[in-house]
């Protein structure tokens, strides 16, 4: 995985560390959103490890994620989070993420997928 991610231009990785010990990852991939007509940073992955929780790391990650996205001209922020994973969402929206709608006359947008994989 990591040649995979190393051979991707418009990818970042963030790694956090407590004590020289690894603590938090973000993946995030540079995208572009047609709406706006700007760059966008998609945080695809996004974790603190269990004995790390509860310390900040998460919104130190986000706000050095930010910084890149800034740094690169990118409009907004972009993630995924499952309906039931409330700490993270609780996370997302304490630094500012909302449910994404492009008019809220018809709704929050949802996230589909197909995998290509051959069955």
């Known amino acids: 995985m990591v ?13 956090c560390y407590v004590d020289g010990r690894p603590a938090g990852l973000a993946n995030c991939f540079e995208g572009f959103s047609t709406f706006s007509c700007r760059k966008l940073l998609n945080i695809h992955d996004i974790t603190v490890l269990a004995e790390f929780r509860g310390l900040g790391l998460s919104q130190h990650l986000l706000r050095e994620i930010e910084v890149v996205a800034r740094e690169r001209g990118c409009g907004k922020l972009t993630l995924e989070v499952l309906a039931g994973n409330e700490p993270a969402k609780c996370a997302y929206r304490k630094f500012g993420f909302d449910a994404y709608q492009l008019d809220p ?5 949802l996230f589909w997928q197909k995998s290509l994989a051959e069955s």
Do not use: C, Q
Request: hydrophobic share 65%.
């Open 3 to 15: 040649a995979g991610l190393a051979a991707l231009p418009h990818a970042v990785t963030l790694l």
């Open 105 to 109: 006359a018809l709704g929050e947008a």
